[in-house]
C-alpha cells in the first residue's frame, strides 16, 4: 500500500485549502457552461420537438437504457465556441453516450433535432466517427437514433469529401457489420440525402410513424426531375415496410420504437471478454480518501506533486507496486488493480527529484525516465493488460547535457512503444500537455481507447508564457524591419495581447471541442470513469502481437 504523507494537519492547511477553493471555482464555471452546452437548441427547438410528439435527444436516451442506471456521457463539449457564423452547435448537434441495454454496454448515437434539425456539421460528423471508433476498437454494440435533416449545406465542403467526414461513418457501419458487432437503428424524424444510408447498413432497422426516409426530399424530386410527390409517399414509414421492404419494423410512435429496441437488443448472444478481464477481482475502494485530491493537485499547475499520492487515491485499496522506483523518477510506472481489473500505470512525476549532484525537475522526461517507461511498456504488453497513463508533461529535457545522453534517441524509444503497444491504451490529462510529451504520455494521435481530461488540463505546443515570449519576439522582429521601436509599455501590452490569445487555446473546452480529449471530467468521478472504461474495452477479446520494427538502444 502506498503510505501517503498527508496528514490531517497538512488538509487544514492554506495551500491545501486555496486549491480546493480553486477547484470549486473551476467546478464551478465548467458545470454552467456544460449545462449551457446541454440545452441544445434551447426552449423554443424543445418545444417544437415535443409538438411533433417526439421525445428529444436526451429524453430518448434516457428512456433507452437500463432503469435506475446513467448515460455517461462523451464528447459532450464537441463543437464549443465553434460555428459562431452560425448561431453555433452545442454538442455538435448529436449526443454520444454508453449506457446498458438490457444489462449489457452500449454506444448510443442520438441525433439532437433541436440543433439544425439535426443537421451535420464538420465537427457532427468527427463526433459520429470518433464515437463509432470507439464502438468499433472496443467491440461495443451500437444504436443510432436517427433524426437529422442531413448536412448542413453552408458548410458541405467541410463535412463532404475528406477521409475522416460523412463517408467515414458508412465505412465504419460497414466495418463493424463484418466484425460481428451488433448495430441497431431507429428513424425517429427526418432521415435526408447522404445520411439515408447509416440505417441501411446497420443489423436492424426500426422507423416511426410521421419518420421520413429518402435520398431527396419532396422539393429537390421537383426540382431534378419534376415529379410531385408527398413525403409519406416518397419516403414515409408506412411505404418503406410496406411497399419498398426497406424497414424491418414499423412502430406508432419514440415510445414504441425505444421498447422495441430494447426487446431487440436483448436477444443478442453474451460477448467473450478480454483474457485480462478473466482476472478481474472483487472491488477494492481506495484507502486513501480521493477527496484530497483537490488539495493534492492545484488547478493552475503552479506548485509541485507527488503523483503516488494521486495514483493512491484512484487504485485499489491504494496499492501499488511500482516498477524501477529509484530509476528515471520523473515518470512513475507500476502495477495496480482499478475497479478489480489489473492494469499498468505510466504517470509523470511532478516532484523535484533531488540527486547527489544534480536535480530533475517535476513533468519534464529524462533519458532515464525515458528509458524506463519504453521497457515498462513492452512488460505490460507480455503480460497483456492495459496501460493507464496520467499525464502532466512539460516535454521532454533539452540542453547540451540532455542531447550528449541521447535525449531524442531514447524519446524516439518511448513513442516506438507507446505506437507500437497493442493493450488497451487509456488516457487521462491531470495538468500539462505540452509537445513531445504529448506523443510520448499517448496523446490522441496514439490511439487511445479513450482519452479524458481534468479542467486543469493545459494542451499545446509549449505552456503560455514560453509560446508568448516566441511570438512576441516574431513580432518585434516584424516592427524593426518596419523601422518602428515600441515603447516599454507597448511590448508590455503586446506581451499580454499575445499571452491572452495563446492561453484561450490552452482551456481543455478548446481541445474537447475539437475532440482532442474524449471528455472533461472532475477528479473526484475519475476513478468511475476509468473503471467504466477499462469494463468497456473488456469487451474486445482480441489480441494481436506486439511488433516495434527499428528500435533505438
Given at each position: 500500500?502506498?503510505?501517503?504523507?498527508?496528514?490531517?494537519?497538512?488538509?487544514?492547511?492554506?495551500?491545501?485549502?486555496?486549491?480546493?477553493?480553486?477547484?470549486?471555482?473551476?467546478?464551478?464555471?465548467?458545470?454552467?457552461?456544460?449545462?449551457?452546452?446541454?440545452?441544445?437548441?434551447?426552449?423554443?427547438?424543445?418545444?417544437?420537438?415535443?409538438?411533433?410528439?417526439?421525445?428529444?435527444?436526451?429524453?430518448?436516451?434516457?428512456?433507452?437504457?437500463?432503469?435506475?442506471?446513467?448515460?455517461?456521457?462523451?464528447?459532450?463539449?464537441?463543437?464549443?465556441?465553434?460555428?459562431?457564423?452560425?448561431?453555433?452547435?452545442?454538442?455538435?448537434?448529436?449526443?454520444?453516450?454508453?449506457?446498458?441495454?438490457?444489462?449489457?454496454?452500449?454506444?448510443?448515437?442520438?441525433?439532437?433535432?433541436?440543433?439544425?434539425?439535426?443537421?451535420?456539421?464538420?465537427?457532427?460528423?468527427?463526433?459520429?466517427?470518433?464515437?463509432?471508433?470507439?464502438?468499433?476498437?472496443?467491440?461495443?454494440?451500437?444504436?443510432?437514433?436517427?433524426?437529422?435533416?442531413?448536412?448542413?449545406?453552408?458548410?458541405?465542403?467541410?463535412?463532404?469529401?475528406?477521409?475522416?467526414?460523412?463517408?467515414?461513418?458508412?465505412?465504419?457501419?460497414?466495418?463493424?457489420?463484418?466484425?460481428?458487432?451488433?448495430?441497431?437503428?431507429?428513424?425517429?424524424?427526418?432521415?435526408?440525402?447522404?445520411?439515408?444510408?447509416?440505417?441501411?447498413?446497420?443489423?436492424?432497422?426500426?422507423?416511426?410513424?410521421?419518420?421520413?426516409?429518402?435520398?431527396?426530399g419532396p422539393a429537390l424530386v421537383k426540382?431534378?426531375?419534376?415529379?410531385?410527390?408527398?413525403?409519406?409517399?416518397?419516403?414515409?414509414?408506412?411505404?418503406?415496410?410496406?411497399?419498398?421492404?426497406?424497414?424491418?419494423?414499423?412502430?406508432?410512435?419514440?415510445?414504441?420504437a425505444i421498447a422495441r429496441i430494447r426487446?431487440?437488443?436483448?436477444?443478442?448472444?453474451?460477448?467473450?471478454?478480454?483474457?485480462?478481464?478473466?482476472?478481474?477481482?472483487?472491488?477494492?475502494?481506495?484507502?486513501?480518501?480521493?477527496?484530497?485530491?483537490?488539495?493534492?493537485?492545484?488547478?493552475?499547475?503552479?506548485?509541485?506533486?507527488?503523483?503516488?499520492?494521486?495514483?493512491?487515491?484512484?487504485?485499489?485499496?491504494?496499492?501499488?507496486?511500482?516498477?524501477?522506483?529509484?530509476?528515471?523518477?520523473?515518470?512513475?510506472?507500476?502495477?495496480?488493480?482499478?475497479?478489480?481489473?489489473?492494469?499498468?500505470i505510466v504517470a509523470n512525476q511532478r516532484?523535484?527529484?533531488?540527486?547527489?549532484?544534480?536535480?530533475?525537475?517535476?513533468?519534464?522526461?529524462?533519458?532515464?525516465?525515458?528509458?524506463?517507461?519504453?521497457?515498462?511498456?513492452?512488460?505490460?504488453?507480455?503480460?497483456?493488460?492495459?496501460?493507464?497513463?496520467?499525464?502532466?508533461?512539460?516535454?521532454?529535457?533539452?540542453?547540451?547535457?540532455?542531447?550528449?545522453?541521447?535525449?531524442?534517441?531514447?524519446?524516439?524509444?518511448?513513442?516506438?512503444?507507446?505506437?507500437?503497444?497493442?493493450?488497451?491504451?487509456?488516457?487521462?490529462?491531470?495538468?500539462?500537455?505540452?509537445?513531445?510529451?504529448?506523443?510520448?504520455?499517448?496523446?490522441?494521435?496514439?490511439?487511445?481507447?479513450?482519452?479524458?481530461?481534468?479542467?486543469?488540463?493545459?494542451?499545446?505546443?509549449?505552456?503560455?508564457?514560453?509560446?508568448?515570449?516566441?511570438?512576441?519576439?516574431?513580432?518585434?522582429?516584424?516592427?524593426?524591419?518596419?523601422?518602428?521601436?515600441?515603447?516599454?509599455?507597448?511590448?508590455?501590452?503586446?506581451?499580454?495581447?499575445?499571452?491572452?490569445?495563446?492561453?484561450?487555446?490552452?482551456?481543455?473546452?478548446?481541445?474537447?471541442?475539437?475532440?482532442?480529449?474524449?471528455?472533461?471530467?472532475?477528479?473526484?468521478?475519475?476513478?468511475?470513469?476509468?473503471?467504466?472504461?477499462?469494463?468497456?474495452?473488456?469487451?474486445?477479446?482480441?489480441?494481436?502481437?506486439?511488433?516495434?520494427?527499428?528500435?533505438?538502444?
Amino acid at each position: 500500500m502506498i503510505q501517503s504523507h498527508i496528514s490531517p494537519k497538512e488538509r487544514e492547511s492554506s495551500a491545501f485549502k486555496q486549491n480546493k477553493d480553486a477547484w470549486v471555482r473551476l467546478i464551478a464555471d465548467f458545470r454552467t457552461s456544460l449545462e449551457q452546452v446541454r440545452q441544445g437548441g434551447g426552449p423554443k427547438a424543445v418545444e417544437r420537438q415535443h409538438a411533433k410528439g417526439r421525445l428529444t435527444a436526451r429524453e430518448r436516451i434516457a428512456r433507452l437504457i437500463d432503469p435506475g442506471t446513467e448515460p455517461e456521457e462523451i464528447l459532450g463539449y464537441a463543437g464549443w465556441q465553434m460555428y459562431a457564423d452560425w448561431g453555433g452547435a452545442p454538442g455538435g448537434g448529436v449526443v454520444t453516450a454508453i449506457g446498458k441495454i438490457a444489462g449489457r454496454d452500449w454506444m448510443i448515437i442520438a441525433n439532437d433535432a433541436t440543433v439544425k434539425a439535426g443537421a451535420f456539421f464538420p465537427i457532427t460528423a468527427k463526433k459520429v466517427i470518433r464515437a463509432q471508433t470507439i464502438a468499433l476498437e472496443n467491440r461495443l454494440p451500437t444504436v443510432y437514433l436517427v433524426d437529422s435533416a442531413g448536412v448542413f449545406l453552408p458548410l458541405q465542403d467541410e463535412v463532404f469529401p475528406d477521409q475522416d467526414d460523412f463517408g467515414r461513418i458508412f465505412y465504419l457501419n460497414a466495418r463493424m457489420s463484418g466484425l460481428g458487432i451488433p448495430q441497431i437503428s431507429a428513424i425517429m424524424g427526418n432521415c435526408v440525402a447522404g445520411g439515408a444510408y447509416l440505417p441501411l447498413m446497420t443489423d436492424v432497422l426500426i422507423m416511426t410513424e410521421g419518420s421520413g426516409l429518402y435520398l431527396a426530399g419532396p422539393a429537390l424530386v421537383k426540382a431534378a426531375i419534376g415529379q410531385e410527390v408527398d413525403s409519406e409517399a416518397l419516403g414515409g414509414a408506412r411505404m418503406h415496410a410496406e411497399v419498398s421492404g426497406t424497414v424491418d419494423f414499423y412502430e406508432p410512435d419514440d415510445e414504441a420504437a425505444i421498447a422495441r429496441i430494447r426487446a431487440l437488443a436483448a436477444l443478442y448472444a453474451q460477448p467473450t471478454l478480454a483474457p485480462w478481464a478473466a482476472e478481474r477481482k472483487s472491488e477494492v475502494e481506495p484507502f486513501h480518501p480521493p477527496e484530497d485530491l483537490y488539495g493534492l493537485v492545484s488547478p493552475d499547475g503552479s506548485k509541485p506533486y507527488d503523483v503516488n499520492e494521486v495514483i493512491a487515491r484512484l487504485v485499489d485499496g491504494s496499492e501499488f507496486h511500482e516498477y524501477k522506483a529509484g530509476y528515471g523518477q520523473t515518470l512513475v510506472c507500476g502495477y495496480a488493480r482499478l475497479g478489480g481489473f489489473p492494469v499498468g500505470i505510466v504517470a509523470n512525476q511532478r516532484l523535484v527529484i533531488k540527486k547527489p549532484g544534480k536535480i530533475e525537475v517535476g513533468g519534464v522526461i529524462y533519458a532515464e525516465a525515458a528509458d524506463k517507461a519504453a521497457r515498462f511498456i513492452l512488460e505490460v504488453n507480455q503480460r497483456f493488460i492495459p496501460l493507464l497513463f496520467l499525464m502532466d508533461v512539460s516535454g521532454f529535457m533539452v540542453g547540451k547535457e540532455s542531447e550528449q545522453q541521447g535525449i531524442i534517441r531514447r524519446g524516439a524509444k518511448l513513442v516506438n512503444a507507446v505506437s507500437n503497444s497493442v493493450v488497451p491504451k487509456i488516457t487521462l490529462i491531470t495538468g500539462g500537455s505540452f509537445g513531445a510529451g504529448n506523443y510520448a504520455m499517448a496523446g490522441k494521435a496514439y490511439a487511445p481507447r479513450f482519452i479524458y481530461a481534468w479542467p486543469s488540463a493545459k494542451y499545446a505546443v509549449m505552456s503560455g508564457n514560453a509560446a508568448a515570449k516566441t511570438l512576441m519576439e516574431i513580432e518585434l522582429a516584424k516592427l524593426e524591419r518596419e523601422g518602428r521601436k515600441p515603447t516599454e509599455e507597448d511590448l508590455l501590452e503586446l506581451y499580454e495581447h499575445i499571452k491572452a490569445r495563446y492561453e484561450e487555446t490552452l482551456d481543455p473546452r478548446y481541445a474537447a471541442a475539437r475532440l482532442w480529449v474524449d471528455e472533461v471530467i472532475f477528479p473526484h468521478e475519475t476513478r468511475r470513469r476509468l473503471v467504466r472504461s477499462l469494463e468497456v474495452c473488456a469487451l474486445n477479446p482480441g489480441r494481436e502481437a506486439m511488433q516495434i520494427g527499428v528500435f533505438q538502444v
